[in-house]
C-alpha cells in the first residue's frame, strides 16, 4: 500500500504473493478454506532523498513532538506517574501546569500549533473581541496546503519531517468533512495504515488492532517511528506523533501506556536524549461524568505539556533548563509552544543556542519558552485566550440560595431556580435559532429543558456574566455549557459559544455532509 497522507488519495495495491515489496505498508491476510484465519498491517520507513540537507542542518538537533488527544495535565499526573518520574530524572523534562487551551476541541487547538491561526471567534475576560484569523472557508474549504505548516518550515531548513497520526480522517486537518491537505503534508504519514485499518482492509486485519494480540494502533505508531531512527540518522528530523484513541473517550485510557513509554524511552534513549522532545496535548478530557465537578472544568480547559531539552544543552551555561523552568510557573498556550518550535528551528541555531533574550517573531502570537518572555502580566487578559476556557481563577458563586432579581419590562422578580430556569431556557432558545440560521431545523430534533446543572456568577465587575451547563429531556438529551451575559432590565442575553459536553457520538452525522454541527440531535439516527 502506497499513499501521499491525503484523506482522499491513498492508493491501494493488487494483492501479490510473499516477497520483497517497496511500499511502506503492506497488508498481509491469510486464508483457511475460504476462511479468514490471519491479519497484519507491516510497517517499513523507506528513506527519501532530501538534496538540500547541508553540513549546518545535519548538526541542528531532532524534535520529537507527542500529541496524546484529550490529556489534561491532571489526567497525565494520574495516568502516566511511572513515566514523568522517569522523564524528569532521565530527561530533565519540565512540566509547565498552567498551559491554556485556546479552542473547544481538537481542530481550534491543533490550527494554532500547525500554523498559528486562530478559528474560533471569542471575546477575552476584558469583553474584548478575539477575531479568529481564519473563517470556516480559508480552514475547512481550502486545502491547507495553500498555507505554510509547521512541517514546511521544517523542511526548508533541511529536515524530514513525519507526521503520525492514528486515525483516518484525522482531526487535525480533515476532520469530519473539510478539504485538509490534498498532499502529504510530511514526507512520511501514517494515514495509508490508519485507512487501512477504518476503511479498507480485511475484516481480520481491522481486528488485529483491537486486542486480539495485545497490540492496538499507538503500538503500530510508535514501531512505526521507531523504524525511522536509523535511515535518518544522518539529518535532522521533525516527527510529530498524535495519538487520538487512547485517552479520547476514557478518561483513565493513558494510563496503558505508563510502563510502555517508560520501556520505549528506555530502549531508545540514545536517539531521544539527544532530541528535543515535547508532550504537547490539545486540551483535556471534554466529555461525560467528569466535567460535573469544578476541577473536571479545569482539566478540560489545561492541555498538558512537557519539554525536554537535548542532554548538551542540560549544562548551566545554556541557560535553557533555568529559562523553561521560569516560564513553567507562568500561564502559556499553543501559540508559544508553536514559538518556542520556530525558536529551536530558526533563531537559536544560529546563537549556538545561548540567545535567551527575549524576541518577536514575525506574524507569530506566541513567545518562545526556552526565552525569557516579555515582562507584561500573563493573564487571560493579555494573552489570546477566550474567557469560556479561562483556567485563571476568579471570584463567582453558584446560584443556590434564594437570590432576588428584577425584570422591570416583565414586572415580576425571580427567585434563584427560576431564574436558573429563565437562563436555561434562553440558551435552548439561542442554540433553536443557531440551527435554524444553519438551515438545520428540519433534520434536528427540539430540545426541551429538563434541569440546569451549573449556574455560576461573577466573571467580571463590569458585566452580569454566567457560566450556565444545561441538560435536556431524553427525546433529545444533550448537555450544553456556555458563557452568558444577562441584562434582567431588557431580558437580553448574549452567549460565548456553545460547547456539547455529552459524548454525542453520531447523534450530529446527518449534518457532516453540509457541515458537521454537534448542536443538533439528528430526527434519524444513523444505525448501529
Known sequence: MEGNGAKQQVAIGKWMKPGKVSCEFLEAVCWE??????????????PKPRPNVTSSSKKKPNVYVFSIDSMGTGMAKRSLPKFLEYFRKEYNGVEFPFVNKVGENTKPNAIPLYFGK??????????????????????????????????????????????????????????????????????????????????YGAHITKEHLKGKFCREKHHAVLEYLEQSFEPYKDRPVLAWTWLINIAHNHVDGVARIDQLLVDYFQKNKENFENSFVIFASDHGFRFGGHLGSELGRFERDNPYLNIAIPKRFRDK???????????????????????????????????????????????????????RQPTFPRTCATLPI??????????????????????????????????????????????????????????????????????????????NTYNIEVK????????????????????????????????????????????????CYCKVQPKS
Request: hydrophobic share 35%.
Open 317 to 371: 551555561k545554556f541557560g535553557i533548563l533555568d529559562t523553561l523552568k521560569a516560564n513553567s510557573l507562568k500561564l502559556q498556550t499553543h501559540f508559544d509552544t508553536r514559538a518556542t518550535l520556530l525558536d529551536i528551528l530558526k533563531y537559536q541555531p544560529a546563537a549556538k543556542f545561548i540567545d535567551r533574550d527575549p524576541i518577536s517573531i514575525p506574524n507569530e502570537k506566541g513567545n518562545s519558552l526556552i526565552r
Open 386 to 463: 477566550p474567557r469560556q476556557y479561562c483556567i485563571c481563577q476568579v471570584e463567582k458563586f453558584q446560584i443556590l440560595k434564594f437570590v432576588e432579581f428584577r425584570i422591570k419590562k416583565a414586572n415580576f422578580e425571580f427567585c434563584s431556580d427560576t431564574l436558573k430556569f429563565h437562563l436555561g431556557q434562553k440558551l435552548l432558545d439561542h442554540v433553536h435559532d443557531l440551527l435554524s440560521k444553519s438551515n438545520y431545523t428540519s433534520i434536528c430534533r427540539e430540545y426541551k429543558l429538563l434541569e440546569v446543572t451549573l449556574l455560576e456568577f461573577g466573571y467580571t465587575k463590569t458585566w
Open 118 to 199: 486562530s478559528i474560533e471567534k471569542a471575546r477575552k475576560v476584558t469583553w474584548e473581541e478575539l477575531k479568529a484569523d481564519w473563517n470556516f472557508t480559508e480552514y475547512c474549504e481550502t486545502y491547507l496546503d495553500n498555507y505554510t505548516s509547521i512541517f514546511n518550515d521544517f523542511e526548508r531548513e533541511g529536515f524530514m519531517t513525519l507526521s503520525l497520526e492514528d486515525w483516518m480522517p484525522t482531526m487535525v486537518d480533515a476532520w469530519p468533512t473539510c478539504k485538509g491537505f490534498q498532499f502529504a503534508p510530511s514526507h512520511h504519514t501514517f494515514r495509508p495504515f490508519a485507512s487501512t485499518i477504518e476503511a
Open 472 to 519: 435536556t429531556a431524553s427525546s433529545s438529551p444533550a448537555h450544553f455549557q456556555t458563557m452568558m451575559t444577562y441584562d434582567g432590565n431588557k431580558d437580553s442575553a448574549n452567549f460565548e459559544k456553545v460547547v456539547r459536553l455529552d459524548s454525542y457520538g453520531r447523534t450530529p452525522d446527518c449534518t457532516a455532509p453540509i457541515r458537521h454541527d454537534p448542536l
Open 33 to 46: 478454506n475460504g476462511t479468514e484465519v490471519y491479519g497484519w498491517i507491516h510497517t517499513q520507513v523507506i
